[in-house]
């Protein structure tokens, strides 16, 4: 049984919006922080945002800052990325992980993996 689960992506036009979220079993939540990432075809994962265990702090790279958001909604063990002015370059796999520490998380620390959501956006 996958200890986080992705949902929420799809195809849409350039400028449109997504709202992805992770849903996580209690003990790959509890504690720790969670981030998002991406692949696409022929590139390495990167690592988009990521927020504290409390939501206290989040992080976020330059291409998405501004545009993406990411919260939490403790009450159903889920972190959300709400993702605006979306470009065809955000096509990609977007994934979800849960580590000890936010500051970890952009080097791939992460002790929790999802599977993974396509995320499609046309011109």
């Known amino acids: 049984q996958a200890e986080l689960v992705e949902s929420g992506g799809g195809s849409v036009q350039a400028g449109e919006s997504l709202k992805l979220s992770c849903t996580a079993s209690?003990?790959?939540?509890?504690?720790?922080?969670v981030g998002w990432f991406r692949q696409s075809a022929g590139k390495e994962r990167e690592f988009l945002a990521g927020?504290?265990?409390?939501?206290?702090?989040?992080r976020y790279v330059d291409s998405v800052r501004g545009r993406f958001t990411i919260f939490r909604d403790d009450a159903k063990n889920t972190v959300l990325l709400q993702m605006e002015d979306l470009r065809p370059e955000d096509t990609a796999v977007y994934s979800c992980?849960?580590?000890?520490?936010?500051?970890?998380?952009?080097?791939?620390?992460?002790?929790?993996w999802g599977q993974g959501t396509q995320v499609t956006i046309s011109s």
């Open positions: 209690p003990r790959a939540y509890g504690g720790y922080a």
């Open positions: 992980a849960s580590g000890p520490t936010l500051s970890g998380l952009p080097e791939s620390r992460a002790l929790f």
């Open positions: 927020i504290s265990w409390g939501g206290g702090r989040t």
